[in-house]
């Protein structure tokens, strides 16, 4: 594994560990992403090699309403530390931390249960479909509004009458009354 995709993984790993982080996001047009070619792309996590042959890495992660300076300051100092536990502190270039959603605590609980519960789906047996799908019972159509019986084309229940080809076209179209 190259230093570059060493260096994306251990960023990424270190940022989703910091409290009030919730997750990584590869953004928009997926420009945070980092190619890990045994393994999935990593989301989340930018690595660009810079002049000085160091790597400069990009994050993109979704956290809790908190003081956010302080919360990129503790993922960076996270991100150096790893670096440095590993031998890879002098790859290590500048490191970025952007925040792509800021999540209320409710928004939070969901966002955690509908991980959740997608995680469930994902390690489930895939269902046999029914062998009879149930259909949605047809709308009643609305009630019309005042005038609706002297609109042409309407009959008094608000509804079109079908063309027949034995009725003579009115306007734009329509069957003549």
């Known amino acids: 594994m190259s230093d570059r995709v060493r260096l994306a993984r251990l ?56 003081p956010l300076v302080a919360l990129g300051e503790e993922v960076r100092r996270r991100v150096r530390a790893s670096a440095g536990r590993v031998g890879l502190a002098d790859r290590l270039g500048s490191v970025n931390v952007e925040f792509a959603r800021l999540l209320t605590p409710d928004e939070a609980r969901r966002e955690i249960e509908d991980a959740g519960a997608a995680a469930a789906l994902a390690a489930a047996p895939a269902a046999t479909p029914p062998a009879v799908v149930p259909v949605a019972t047809a709308a009643t159509p609305p009630s019309p509004g005042p005038g609706a019986e002297s ?5 008094s229940a608000g509804v079109p009458r079908p063309w027949s080809p034995g009725q003579p076209a009115g306007p734009l179209g329509e069957a003549s009354e």
């Open 11 to 66: 960023a990424l790993d270190a940022a989703l560990v910091v409290p009030d982080v919730l997750g990584a996001e590869a953004g928009v047009r997926g420009v945070r992403v980092t190619a890990d070619p045994p393994a999935e792309p990593l989301r989340g996590v930018s690595v660009i090699a810079q002049a000085d042959g160091r790597y400069a890495v990009d994050l993109r992660l979704v956290a809790r309403i908190v």
């Open 151 to 155: 609109m042409p084309g309407r009959a």
